[in-house]
């Protein structure tokens, strides 16, 4: 598979799902704020179109619901499995149990209820005519902040997908996902684009937490990143 298909395959449930090696999914990193930015813009065109004939605030919410149908709510459940564990505390090894179990607890509902609903409050305040514009680079970003903060931190344990994907992550294909990110960004124009970039700098405090209690990164905390990182870049760009 060429990198743009491992990266949709993994980022998204469009049909093109095929097997593939850790190393095939390293090499496709550069492809990640790609793939967000197209994930974020056709979501939002839907949400452009309906903004006209249904209102801001309804639109906001369309936007939102077909993002996650493209995803599968991939960052999303791993922002509920995190807080989950943050938020019920205890040793690192009783937060690890708790962001391993598949249901959601209160902390993971409330995480994402708010974060759903600050994303649909923070796009019905974007002017229409940057619309489309702000959602693509904010899937830009939200993807290269995941990749170049998880060669940042450590990975919290031995198996999965931080564990796995993080030591095989070349440092050039790193720096090449962040400067996509950045030009990305820049799309914005200055000021805004100084404030897009900020979305890196959410997702890096949310590292940073989950370093601070667990050692490192998981997948799930990756997801969180994520989502983070789009709040960020929304709310400044």
Do not use: C, Q
């Not at 997908?161 to 799309?187: E, Q, R």
């Not at 905390?221 to 709040?231: F, H, K, Q, R």
């Amino acid at each position: 598979m060429t990198g743009l298909a491992v990266a949709i395959s993994f980022l998204s449930r469009f049909p093109v799902r095929r097997p593939y090696a850790t190393t095939d999914l390293a090499r496709s990193v550069p492809w990640f704020p790609v793939v967000g930015a197209l994930i974020g813009a056709l979501a939002g065109v839907a949400g452009w179109w309906a903004s006209t004939r249904i209102g801001e605030l309804p639109a906001a919410f369309l936007t939102v619901a077909i993002a996650l149908m493209i995803t599968g709510a991939l960052h999303e459940d791993g922002l509920a499995d995190t807080f989950d564990g943050l938020g019920a505390g205890g040793d690192r090894e009783a937060i690890l149990a708790v962001m391993k179990d598949s249901r959601v607890g209160v902390f993971g509902a409330i995480a994402l209820v708010l974060a759903i609903g600050l994303k649909v409050s923070l796009l019905a305040a974007i002017p229409a005519d940057r619309y489309v514009l702000v959602s693509g680079v904010a899937g830009a970003v939200s993807r290269a902040s995941a990749v170049t903060i998880m060669k940042v931190f450590p990975p919290a344990t031995s198996k999965g997908l931080a564990a796995s994907l993080s030591p095989a992550l070349s440092v050039p294909l790193v720096v090449l996902t962040a400067l996509i990110g950045t030009m990305a960004a820049a799309f914005l124009g200055w000021p805004n684009a100084a404030g897009g970039l900020l979305g890196w700098a959410s997702g890096l405090l949310m590292a940073f937490w989950a370093w601070r209690r667990i050692g490192g990164l998981t997948g799930d905390t990756l997801g969180a990143v994520a989502v983070i990182s789009e709040l960020g870049v929304l709310a400044f760009g």
